[in-house]
């Protein structure tokens, strides 16, 4: 589907593919164009083409296009990678397999965990350095070339570098790339220390292990894109989004690969950061359903929450920076089904695309989430004769009786509600842990309802976690392609240094600051986008001595004497833990560094349709159907949001309906709208 208001020249565009939708939107000064295609699973590519096409974007006369990609992410999450091989320091070959001794289900027998890069492609060489940077063993030059050449003769397209110390000194790993350059057939060769500069070895080398083994793939698609999008006309650069909410140039993007994992999630999280400042809600939980999954995150101050501890799967921790997503397998296409002990579970097996859910009519056979919306009276899809809705809730309602109702001794619809309930379930689960994991109380924040399927759900959400207001944006199912157009150029830098307070050098940490900054800048420098300004972003990992895990204190002096640093670390551990630990020393393990280039601000009032307004509320409303709430059914007004008063307040029940989303609103909610276009759903009604 598309849609469009006004001609568009000289135009920014945004492209975001998910698993089961492309979206793309295109904005300048004179105006918008939005489009939502199936995403084309075996070449996203496609998709990202159609996307353009269906919004009649002509590519020659494109300024910009960033693109939010789940390539590496499905890529690690399906093994679809690359052949990798390792070389590591003797005596450490296996420890990728061995990580921290954890196990896939904490309180389960069984479980199995296979590790990025097999035994027989990790290879050891002679060398040591210890922690303190002195070398203890030389690098044997000789045995770096034979592992090379063993590796090739193996079939490997990638290689990692990673030595145990690197990260103190990284001379080995610096000789061994060199080494490799001479031998290697292609650029895919990842120095553990370059990517990452830790102290913890295994978390170093799975981050490695992973850049590397995704590399090709990214390269590839990014190559493949690229052309596609130069043959049609297009002369400029493009950017991809990485996980850190920043963007890079494709030229340089498959270099640190494993950053561009949760790409997309990131995307949408950098929208609703920029949405909520322009609607002075800085402090925002993000809700974004897609077809396939639900992501949650936390923004406080206008500032998502970044880690560098995600781990994607069990066993697969990246410790990049990457906006602090949390992904919960249940969206619009997740299936709902009865296991094995007779109880109802949805997800996180999904319909995707293809063939999709059943309403959509392109030969879905298993009930999914928005089937029970469907057949819940809560969602209709655009453009149906009335045979034809008739016949789309005859093939949902049989699904749901035969597949659900029998085991769950209840009709169809009751089967419905059950999935609804049960998604809605999983979904305040992962909120609970995005907010109450990081000392935050749901009730303090607003909900920000985006994803194709996230404003059906929202208000149901907010209300089991008495979050008080939902914020719903202009554009609620192509929000992470709009944050694709807002998002900033940033590199991030971590540098291990593991050291207490007391034992620091003078100048130490301000000459380690300066360093990174001045990378981060020279970076900045080579990228040809413009920019309003360039933002530092400096930061502490610490601890206590003799704690293990760190709490991250920001920076505002890079000049700032030791006793400050230690005040500083004591303040924010009390504000943390509501504990005062006044007689130990503290100690400073990572130094975190982030370059932000600026972009021009964006008008949010462009997503929006003053032309199409009606003057009342009455003339907005297209539709009553009957909708299931509260085990009864009501008949419902359903608007049109593009035509709803810039001043509209409604009170629910209530179906709004746009292009790229449905907005339900129960009784005794209400709903009014800001001055930037958003909607805002306050829980019980009340404002």
């Not at 897609?290 to 066993?315: C, F, H, K, Q, W």
């Not at 409604?650 to 909607?679: C, W």
């Amino acid at each position: 589907m598309a849609e469009s208001e006004n001609t568009q020249t000289g135009t920014v565009v945004g492209v975001d593919v998910g698993g089961t939708f492309t979206d793309l939107v295109a904005l300048s000064s004179e105006g918008l164009r939005l489009a939502k295609v199936p995403s084309t699973v075996e070449d996203q590519s496609q998709g990202v083409l159609n996307a353009l096409a269906s919004a009649n974007c002509e590519i020659a006369a494109l300024d910009l296009i960033v693109h939010g990609t789940t390539t590496t992410t499905n890529a690690v999450l399906e093994r679809k990678l690359a052949r990798t091989g390792l070389i590591t320091t003797q005596g450490f070959r296996d420890i990728l397999e061995l990580g921290r001794r954890t196990r896939p289900q904490a309180y389960g027998m069984f479980g199995e965990f296979k590790p990025l890069i097999p035994r027989d492609l990790r290879f050891e060489v002679p060398e040591r350095m210890d922690s303190d940077s002195n070398i203890l063993t030389p690098l044997d030059i000789e045995a770096v070339k034979t592992a090379a050449n063993t590796l090739l003769e193996k079939g490997c397209e990638a290689v990692v570098v990673h030595f145990l110390h690197s990260y103190a000194n990284p001379t080995h790993e610096l000789q061994a790339v060199e080494v490799l350059h001479k031998l290697w057939p292609n650029d895919y060769i990842t120095a553990g220390h370059a990517l990452l500069s830790e102290s913890r070895e295994y978390e170093r080398g799975v981050t490695a292990a992973v850049n590397a083994s995704v590399q090709p793939v990214l390269s590839n698609y990014v190559d493949r894109l690229s052309h596609a999008l130069t043959d049609q006309g297009y002369a400029r650069d493009l950017l991809i989004m990485n996980g850190n909410g920043g963007m890079v140039s494709a030229q340089s993007v498959s270099k640190e690969a494993a950053k561009t994992v949760m790409s997309g999630p990131a995307s949408g999280v950098m929208a609703a950061a920029f949405t909520g400042r322009a609607a002075n809600e800085p402090n925002l939980i993000t809700y974004d359903m897609g077809g396939t999954s639900t992501d949650v995150a936390l923004i406080r101050d206008a500032t998502p929450s970044v880690s560098n501890e995600i781990e994607v799967e069990y066993g697969m921790p990246i410790h990049v920076p990457m906006v602090d997503v949390r992904t919960v397998g249940a969206g619009g296409g997740s299936i709902a089904k009865i296991n094995g002990g007779g109880l109802l579970e949805v997800g996180p097996e999904s319909a995707g695309a293809t063939p999709g859910p059943i309403c959509y009519g392109r030969g879905g056979t298993q009930p999914t989430i928005s089937d029970a919306n469907y057949l819940l009276g809560r969602l209709r899809p655009s453009g149906l004769s009335l045979d034809e809705q008739l016949q789309r809730s005859k093939e949902v309602r049989r699904a749901f009786t035969e597949h659900l109702a029998p085991a769950l001794k209840c009709s169809a619809v009751e089967a419905a509600e059950a999935v609804v309930q049960v998604a809605n379930t999983k979904m305040a689960g992962a909120i609970r842990m995005v907010s109450l994991s990081l000392g935050a109380d749901p009730r303090d924040f607003a909900l920000f309802a985006f994803g194709g399927a996230g404003p059906l759900h929202a208000a149901a959400l907010a209300k089991e976690l008495d979050i008080p207001r939902v914020l719903i944006p202009a554009r609620p199912g192509l929000t992470n392609a709009l944050g694709c157009v807002v998002a900033d150029l940033r590199h991030d830098f971590v540098r291990t240094i593991n050291t207490p307070l007391f034992d620091l050098p003078s100048g130490k940490l301000a000459d380690i600051f300066g360093t990174l900054i001045s990378k981060g800048k020279a970076l900045i420098a080579k990228e040809t986008i413009s920019l309003d300004s360039v933002d530092t972003i400096l930061s502490l990992d610490m601890q206590f001595v003799g704690q293990t895990h760190l709490l991250r204190v920001p920076v505002v002096d890079q000049q700032m004497s030791l006793d400050a640093l230690q005040a500083l670390f004591e303040d924010a551990y009390l504000s943390r833990f509501q504990v005062a630990l006044d007689d130990m020393p503290a100690a400073i393990v990572n130094v975190n560094c982030s370059i932000v280039g600026r972009r021009p601000p964006l008008d949010l009032s462009l997503l929006s349709c003053p032309t199409s307004r009606a003057k009342t509320l009455g003339s907005a409303q297209t539709d009553t159907r009957n909708v299931f709430f509260g085990n009864t059914w009501l008949e419902t007004p359903v608007c049109n949001r593009k035509a709803l008063p810039s001043d509209a307040a409604i009170s629910g029940p209530a179906i709004i309906e746009q292009m790229d989303t449905t907005i339900v609103v129960p009784p005794e909610d209400h709903v009014t709208s800001d001055a930037v276009g958003n909607l805002i759903l306050h829980v019980g009604g009340g404002a």
